[in-house]
């Protein structure tokens, strides 16, 4: 769920209904592109499922968070700090070791 408060946005991951999607937009200048991932409310899905943003061309005005990279090197950044997050969900506080929930 996308909130909105007092000036910030909190995505609330975990239940399916944040509709994800990536992609590019034609920008000038050396990097002709720049990337983006946008975000959306969306009613509650697997998660991973298709979701409700369509394939092809999007106004990033349409959406309520937009992400945009103009080097590569800041989605590797992102995705670091996301595998951080992932993996610290992993961590046993109590016996100071990491551990894999069984499913």
């Given at each position: 769920m996308i909130i909105k408060n007092e000036g910030r946005i909190i995505l609330e991951f975990g239940t399916g209904d944040i509709c994800i999607a990536g992609g590019y937009v034609e920008t000038e200048g050396e990097n002709n592109k720049t990337g983006f991932v946008i975000f959306q409310d969306q009613e509650p899905r697997k998660i991973e499922s298709i979701g409700s943003i369509k394939q092809g061309e999007v106004d990033l005005e349409d959406?309520?968070?937009?992400?945009?990279?103009?080097?590569?090197?800041?989605?590797?950044?992102?995705?670091?700090?996301?595998?951080?997050?992932?993996?610290?969900?992993?961590?046993d506080f109590e016996n100071c070791k990491h551990y894999k929930k069984e499913e």
């Open positions: 959406y309520p968070v937009v992400m945009t990279f103009s080097k590569k090197e800041s989605i590797d950044a992102v995705i670091s700090q996301l595998e951080k997050a992932k993996s610290w969900m992993d961590y």
